[in-house]
């Protein structure tokens, strides 16, 4: 399987961050298959932003749900975050992975997940 991010490289903080992840070689909607946005800002480690399952749920970090939402489209085998009220705190290069198992939220917050396929990563920088 294959993910690919696409969207802005620069969004303008207060506005919200689209990305899309288009999936290649697998679909979304496959039994047990969870499909992930993390991120990696300058700095720092990577961050578990949130996912979006195979049923179509969803999960999202404790500390950014309030700004998250994570959607799908089947018949295009993408799925897509947005993350709103963005500052420069979340300038990252963003990752769409897949995980085949799933897992809690406190399982995925702390770096617990294995990730079995990853897109290539995108930068978005958030400034005026």
């Known amino acids: 399987v294959q993910l690919q991010e696409s969207g802005p490289g620069l969004v303008k903080p207060s506005q919200t961050l689209s990305l899309t992840c288009t999936v290649s070689g697998g679909s979304i909607t496959a039994d047990y298959s969870y499909w992930n946005w993390i991120r990696e800002a300058p700095g720092k480690g990577l961050e578990w932003i949130g996912q979006i399952t195979y049923r179509g749920t969803t999960l999202y970090k404790s500390s950014l749900s309030s700004r998250t939402s994570i959607s799908r489209d089947t018949s295009k085998n993408q799925f897509t975050l947005q993350l709103s009220s963005v500052t420069p705190e979340d300038t990252a290069v963003y990752y769409c992975?897949?995980?085949?198992?799933?897992?809690?939220?406190?399982?995925?917050?702390?770096?617990?997940?294995?990730?079995?396929?990853w897109g290539q990563g995108t930068q978005v920088t958030v400034s005026s």
């Open positions: 992975a897949r995980d085949p198992k799933g897992g809690y939220r406190f399982d995925y917050e702390s770096g617990r997940i294995e990730y079995d396929a």
